[in-house]
Structures are given as C-alpha cells and as structure tokens.
C-alpha cells in the first residue's frame, strides 16, 4: 500500500495512516485520447448525415416525430439533445437494459433478445442464457438471496402486514417494525437517530431542499450522484463544485466563501454544506473523509456524507467510511446512506442527531408525502442488520464483510498484475477498468456475455470522453472460480476484441488500442511495434472475427 506523508496536516488525530492513501488516476497516452476523438468526431458526422436522409425522407425515422400541424412548436422530440440516441447510442443499445429472469445473485439468467433494425427494436427468441455469472449488480454482502431459511421472517411480516401499507407515516403508516428498524440503524451507525425512507434516490433529492435553501452554500464533490445534484438544484442554494478529492481545492472554496459572504452583498452565507459520497460509483474511489472533517471544522461548515456504496461494504464490521477511518460518526452533521446494495433491500436512511431527525419528520417531503416503506422490505432489512451486527446469534454478517473484502483485494491485485488501468481505492468493490474507446467498449461487453460473463459497460456522456470503461461490482457471494474466470476471460477476450476490432484499420490503430490494455503477465502492459509486426505476441487459440 502507498500511502502520501505530504497531506497529513489535516489528519492529526489519526497520524500517517489510511487516509493519505494514493488513488492513481491514470490518464490515456495522447495518441489514445486523440484516436478517440477522431473515433467520436467520425460518427458524428455520420449522424448528421443520417438526420439529413431522415431529412429529406430516404430513411426511415424510427423515433418519435412532431406532427405534421405542429410544425411551428417547438420542437418535443427531435432536438438536439437526443441526437446522440438517435445516432450513436442506438447502434449500441444492446449491451444495456438487458432482462434478467432470476434471482441476480452472484449468477444470473439472462433472456435472450436480438434486433432486426440496428437495435432500434428487439425481440426474443425464446432462449435463456443460464448461470451468467454476475459482475454489474450491488450486491456486496450477497443478502439478495432466495434461501428459504433466511426469508422465513420476511414471508412472515407478508403474512402479518401485507405488502404495502398505503399511507405516509405521519397518517396510518408508522408500522412497529418501521420504528425498529430506525433504532437499530441509529444503533449501527452510532449516532442518536435515524429516519428510513421508501426510495434511495429521494433520500438524498427531497431531503438536501428541506436542510438548506436560498442564502445558503453547498460544495459539491464533481463526481458526486445525481440524487445529490438535483437534491442541490431543487434546494435554490448556491451550488459550487470543487475537484473530485482535492482538499486543496476545497479549502480554497471553504476560505473564499468565508471571507466573501455571498455575491453582490458580501453578508455571510447562511450555511455551508459539504456533500460528498463515501465511495463513488463510477470511480470506485473512497472520500478522504479525515481531512474533510479537519476542514469542516476549521471553518465552521456541515458535511453531508453519502454512504449508498460504502455502508455494508467497507469497515472491519461493516459500518462504512467512518470506521474505516476510525471517525467519530457524531463529527459528521448528516449520514446518509440506502438499503439498496449491502442490504438486498430498498431504500435509505438518514441518521445524526436527535434535532436533526426530528426536523426532518416535519420538513422532508420524502417523510411528508412518500408511502411509507413496504414492510417485507422493512423485514429484509432488519434481518440483514441483525445479520451484520451478530443479533441474529451467528457470525454470518462478518464473514461475508471478511470475504467481501478479501474479493475485493484479490480481484484488483490480479487485475494490476495482467496490466490492466484501474481506478479506485483498494478496499472499494467498485471496480472500473479503463478501455478509452467506444469500440472496444461494445466488443469488449458482446464479447464477456458470449463467455456468460455479465459486465456493466459506461461511456459518454456518464463518463469523460476519453475515460469509456466497464465496472466490475465484487460480492461477498462470488467465489473464487468464479473471480478467476471472470480475470481470464478479460485477459483473453479484452485482448482479442482490441485486435478483431481494429485489425482491418491499420497497425497503428491497433498499437493505439493495446496501449490502455492488458499485457500478459511478465510485460510492462505496452507492445513495441517490431513485436506486432514480427507476429511474437502469443494468442490463444482462437480465431479473430
């Protein structure tokens, strides 16, 4: 582990440890970079040359049109801002949005579908594709299971309840096992309270516009969720954006907005609030939270601490991001975190203080209005908890934290050791794996499925241009053959569908292509020419397409 001793003024209490650990970013060569915006530039304009034969009528348009007496509104559909569906991410669709007919544990089954048109409509052919081994979903410590025994107390509270309760809290929907399940989210967590809502995403949306509003400031991590960035939009404070982990930046936004007050009339902002994420999605990387709350206090702000990845899956028990760090959770002002990925469940909690908890039952419009939490998802929940914390009379809980961890470690050493360019900390099971272009995006997603491998593919405009990858998400519930296949075949078919892909363009290309891919072990991770040319680079046995 590498850890950074020029950083650690802000970490006193907890010394050079943890915190200061090196998250590599690597970027793409320039000639990569360049590829890619050639790549992209190219089918840009073949779209527009697409949109002028719709034009003119000598293709078909196969997305919804303005009518023919509208023609004078503006336009619904065909603007510009669904050009990219219409032309570039229709050519691709179906590596996404494919349908499951299982349980979507550590394997899957998948339906098959195929497209007639270029994707722009799929049927089914009747066929499944079993045992897909499952690299896409949240499903950390492995509790969206199907085990009977497990699910008896969750069969139990449908037989019991029902399976919605129809009102909001406030009115006839405030169950016992609601009021349960908050005190031992509060217990988990430890802080003084807590509050569960139906939906993840509305935790964060409706709850930032009921914390803060007009005459306040938030400081935004770039890269943070979009429930927090609507959250922040629909809340009418200032929103400025500082750069993804950098406590330099911060600081300098922190020590701007303290000394300016707010603009034109230069009186002190109302509030500050920093919202950041524990672990973040698409980056896999872990908020440096010790300098963060070093930060806070220095200037006297409120910190916001989403924990939908990291809660569950991090931390010797499970406790997220403040454990890890060995923070104390009362130094931050609001935790936040969903039921969605360590818990196999639904929804999100926010936890801290008693004040703030019961402020929210009055002010959030998620408490307010939302139907309260469906109690067999209620159920599931607790008994994950239980599970996690030991209640349950057993070590189960601990042992898929343990072997969630261990996942995770051997997945991202092995992937390093191939030569491959990843992102995140060490400890994060979201695992992305850079592949630059958007070719080798859609062959490398084609490609995994054929060999019953589900991965999760993302590109622009969700990522950076230049930064296409695929994310792996590790379990407590893969094994360790299964983690092997899945490295195998990443080497073996990253590999082959870089060649099959740009083997016809030129040389060049293809040089271009390995450079952000993955070299055989004994390699740096680069191939010189003369070895392309001279034929010295050993592949499996298995013919280019």
């Known amino acids: 582990q590498t850890y950074c001793f020029c950083v650690c003024l802000f970490c006193k209490t907890v010394g050079v440890s943890y915190c200061c650990k090196h998250e590599p970013f690597e970027q793409a060569p320039m000639y990569v970079a360049v590829m890619t915006y050639l790549g992209f530039g190219i089918v840009t304009l073949f779209g527009y040359l697409r949109d002028f034969l ?83 979903s949240y499903n950390y410590l492995g509790f969206a299971e199907n085990n009977v025994d497990f699910l008896k107390t969750v069969a139990d509270k449908v037989n019991q309840y029902g399976t919605g309760v129809c009102s909001t809290r406030q009115e006839i929907g405030n169950l016992s096992i609601h009021e349960e399940l908050e005190g031992l989210v509060a217990n988990f967590l430890g802080v003084e309270s807590a509050m569960i809502y139906g939906m993840g995403f509305a935790t964060n949306s409706m709850n930032i516009p009921a914390l803060v509003g007009k005459g306040c400031l938030i400081l935004s991590d770039e890269l943070n969720h979009t429930s927090l960035i609507l959250g922040a939009r629909l809340s009418a404070a200032t929103i400025r954006v500082f750069k993804h982990n950098n406590m330099h930046s911060l600081e300098r936004m922190l020590r701007e907005a303290v000394c300016s007050g707010q603009p034109r009339t230069h009186r002190p902002w109302k509030k500050i609030l920093i919202m950041v994420e524990g672990i973040y999605s698409m980056e896999g990387s872990v908020v440096r939270l010790p300098e963060i709350v070093a930060l806070k206090k220095k200037y006297k702000a409120y910190l916001y601490l989403d924990e939908a990845h990291s809660i569950g899956a991090v931390g010797p028990s499970g406790k997220g991001v403040t454990e890890l760090f060995n923070v104390n959770p009362t130094d931050i002002d609001v935790m936040m975190g969903t039921f969605t990925k360590s818990f196999g469940a639904a929804g999100g909690y926010i936890a801290g203080k008693k004040e703030l908890v019961d402020y929210l039952r009055s002010y959030s419009h998620s408490a307010v209005y939302a139907t309260a939490m469906s109690p067999p998802i209620t159920e599931q929940i607790l008994r994950a908890l239980k599970c996690i914390m030991g209640k349950d009379g057993t070590t189960e809980g601990l042992r898929r934290i343990h072997q969630l961890a261990e996942n995770t470690r051997f997945f991202r050493a092995k992937l390093k050791e191939m030569g491959f360019i990843i992102y995140g900390n060490d400890d994060s099971p979201v695992v992305p794996i850079l ?31 230049t930064e296409a990858r695929a994310r792996f998400c590790l379990s407590a519930a893969h094994t360790r053959d299964m983690l092997n296949q899945v490295h195998t075949h990443t080497h073996t078919h990253f590999f082959l569908t870089t060649c099959s892909s740009h083997f016809q363009l030129n040389v060049t ?20 020419l003369s070895e392309v040319l001279t034929e010295e680079i050993h592949l499996p046995a298995r013919p280019l397409r």
Request: glycine share 6%; charged share 25%.
């Open 509 to 528: 290309w293809i040089l271009v292509s390995f450079s952000s891919g993955a070299a055989p072990p004994e390699r740096s991770g680069r191939y010189p």
């Open 54 to 136: 719709r034009a003119v009528g000598l293709e078909k348009c196969h997305l919804a049109q303005e009518r023919e007496e509208q023609k004078d509104f503006i336009p619904l559909y065909q603007d510009f801002e669904n050009f990219y569906t219409r032309n570039l991410y229709m050519r691709v669709r179906d590596n996404w949005n494919r349908p499951i007919c299982s349980l979507p544990g550590p394997v899957f089954d998948l339906m098959e579908r195929v497209s007639d048109d270029y994707n722009w409509t799929f049927r089914f052919t009747g066929k499944t594709l079993h045992n897909v081994i499952n690299m896409g």
């Open 435 to 465: 592949l630059y272009m958007p070719g080798k995006v859609v062959a490398f997603a084609r490609e995994m499925l054929e060999r019953r491998i589900g991965v999760v593919v993302v590109g622009f405009p969700a990522t950076p241009i």
